[in-house]
């Protein structure tokens, strides 16, 4: 599987910015599709995440400003940043667990990151 991002860039605080992510190759199923970040010195975090079976779960500091979505095939994930703030500052990742096959064992795939900067 391979995972293509895209969306990220500099915008104000207060403003938006809508991150996509294409996946592409062979799946047999895809357990999640989600979004994490990292900024330097400190560990990657889960912002969102979406299941196959329909749940979806946000980090508690971004509830109620990031919205999670799939297009209708599901094999490219979105993410809706509003209300943007300078903290919100960080490379987005994607990040899809899929198995190839049916039996095969389910593995984490990543994108190559997308910047995201808030300015104050």
């Known amino acids: 599987v391979q995972l293509q991002a895209s969306g990220g860039g500099l915008v104000q605080a207060g403003g938006s910015l809508r991150l996509s992510c294409a996946a592409s190759?062979?799946?047999?199923?895809?357990?999640?599709m989600a979004w994490h970040r990292q900024t330097p010195g400190k560990q990657r975090e889960l912002v969102a995440q979406?299941?196959?079976?329909?749940?979806?779960k946000y980090a508690d500091f971004v509830k109620g400003r990031f919205t999670i979505s799939t297009d209708s095939a599901k094999n490219t994930v979105f993410l809706q940043m509003n209300s943007l703030k300078p903290e919100d500052t960080a490379l987005y990742y994607c990040?899809?667990?899929?198995?190839?096959?049916?039996?095969?064992?389910?593995?984490?795939?990543w994108g190559q990151g997308t910047q995201v900067t808030v300015s104050s």
């Open positions: 990040n899809v667990k899929s198995r190839e096959r049916l039996f095969s064992p389910f593995r984490d795939y």
């Open positions: 190759g062979s799946s047999d199923t895809i357990l999640y």
């Open positions: 979406i299941f196959n079976a329909g749940t979806i």
